[in-house]
């Protein structure tokens, strides 16, 4: 269940339908963006037994609605994810960078949002193309079978992947960037 009907209710809907949920949007005014999403939609205030059936909530209302909702959250054992607002807050959704094989999630305990969109916008920035990453994933799949196969300890896995990584790299990169590498082997932190 969303409570909010504006913008910031609003982005939270595309992870909410990607992680499969059958959501429904409270508000008495609700943004074309939440029209448009193919959301069930109340159009009215919240009530305490709108979270009947619910077990997650965005909260994306003004603060006092969203005392409101996280005190009868808190009632029925309800999560509740209060967008900005964490004192009525029992979860906190972090930023989250999807590629394929790859999710990296990016939180501030609900201390500061933006700072995690800002480092969720850098870290998305900052991953390779979706064509090197999948390239990236097959090379360590295949090397963690042949760690198990061979018994490599734990702590000669990290160099081991990082100079196949490497290695993968300097075969795509011409032969003008072959300086440029993932990590360089004095850079890696053990």
């Keep these: 269940m969303v409570v909010g009907g504006g913008p910031v209710a609003a982005s939270k809907l595309a992870a909410l339908q990607l992680a499969g949920a059958d959501l429904v949007v409270i508000a008495p005014e609700v943004c074309e963006a939440i029209r448009s999403a193919g959301v069930s939609i109340v159009q009215r ?40 607002d964490p004192s009525n807050a029992s979860v906190y959704l972090g930023g989250v960078v999807r590629r394929p094989g790859v999710t990296l999630a990016i939180s501030t305990d609900g201390a500061a949002p933006a700072l995690a969109g800002l480092l969720r916008e850098a870290l998305d920035f900052m991953l390779p193309d979706d064509v090197t990453l999948a390239a990236w994933n097959t090379r360590a799949l295949e090397i963690r079978q042949s760690w ?43």
Aim: proline letters at 7%; zero cysteines; aromatic letters at 6%.
């Design 45 to 84: 205030p919240y009530e305490p037994d709108d979270l009947e059936g619910a077990w997650f909530v965005v909260a994306a209302a003004p603060p006092d609605v969203n005392r409101v909702v996280a005190a009868e959250a808190e009632r029925r054992r309800v999560f509740v994810n209060a967008v900005d």
């Design 148 to 190: 198990r196969a061979r018994g490599v300890p734990m702590e000669a896995r990290r160099p081991e992947l990082l100079a196949a990584l490497n290695a993968l790299y300097d075969q795509r990169a011409s032969s003008a960037s072959r300086d440029r590498r993932v990590v360089r082997d004095s850079e890696l932190v053990k």
